[in-house]
């Protein structure tokens, strides 16, 4: 597996609370994204980052915000969890936009 | 939505068997990936096939690109118990600007 790390990688919250994932490279990719997989949906884009402190919105962004103040590392929040959240999210380098992504294993989020 | 859309959803074959995936998507792409998820596991990508291009393999991968039916296909040849896995395409449009699009996926299993 490519140097990427989820955590947590289960968490159980509950409506109305903060949450915040984190996800973190070794390889020195420039590009981190986050995408949520759900049945029936496949995987989705949420945010993804194209350099330090540059972020841009994807697919499904309501509700999520992104930080990203290291090369190695990608935060995502839920300022606010709703039970719509409850998902698994997956972080994903690349050092291009064009060319392979790598996964992290994924974080498991119930919001109840 | 600019999403491949994967063909079947669900595929079952034997050990020794090859199988064969579709995916199809709207509009001109750049490049289009093929991934696979092992059951609670993050993505792995497989093979990368360019919009000029029109066949390439890997191993025991064969992945097929018609531009002009703006399909393309995955053929697993002599496959294994281990392949049992979910198999996505991956699109990235040429206006699309950074995403990669992925379908929802084929479920292959393979029994011994």
């Known amino acids: 597996d490519a140097g990427i790390t989820q955590s947590p990688r289960h968490k159980v919250t509950e409506t109305g609370t903060p949450v915040t994932l984190r996800c973190h490279q070794t390889?020195?990719?420039?590009?981190m994204y986050w995408y949520r997989q759900d049945p029936g949906h496949g995987l989705r884009l949420i945010h993804y980052s194209y350099g330090v402190k540059d972020t841009d919105k994807g697919e499904v962004s309501d509700g999520y915000s992104v930080s990203r103040s290291k090369t190695e590392d990608f935060l995502l929040t839920l300022e606010s969890a709703t039970s719509s959240q409850t998902s698994v999210y997956f972080c994903?380098?690349?050092?291009?936009?064009?060319?392979?992504?790598?996964f992290g294993p994924g974080t498991r989020l119930t919001v109840t | 939505s600019q999403q491949g859309e994967e063909d079947p959803q669900a595929l079952s074959i034997q050990e020794g068997e090859n199988a064969t995936m579709n995916c199809s998507y709207k509009?001109?792409?750049?490049?289009l990936q093929w991934y696979r998820q092992n059951s609670g596991r993050g993505l792995v990508h497989l093979i990368l096939?360019?919009?000029?291009?029109r066949e390439k393999h890997s191993g025991r991968l064969r992945v097929t690109l018609d531009t002009s039916k703006k399909s393309s296909s995955l053929l697993i040849t002599a496959s294994r118990a281990a392949d049992t896995a979910s198999y996505f395409c991956a699109t990235r449009h040429s206006n699309s600007g950074y995403a990669l699009n992925f379908g929802k996926g084929t479920s292959l299993l393979v029994t011994p």
């Open positions: 390889e020195n990719h420039r590009y």
């Open positions: 994903a380098i690349s050092e291009t936009l064009s060319y392979e992504q790598y």
């Open positions: 096939i360019r919009s000029n291009e």
């Open positions: 509009t001109s792409i750049n490049n």
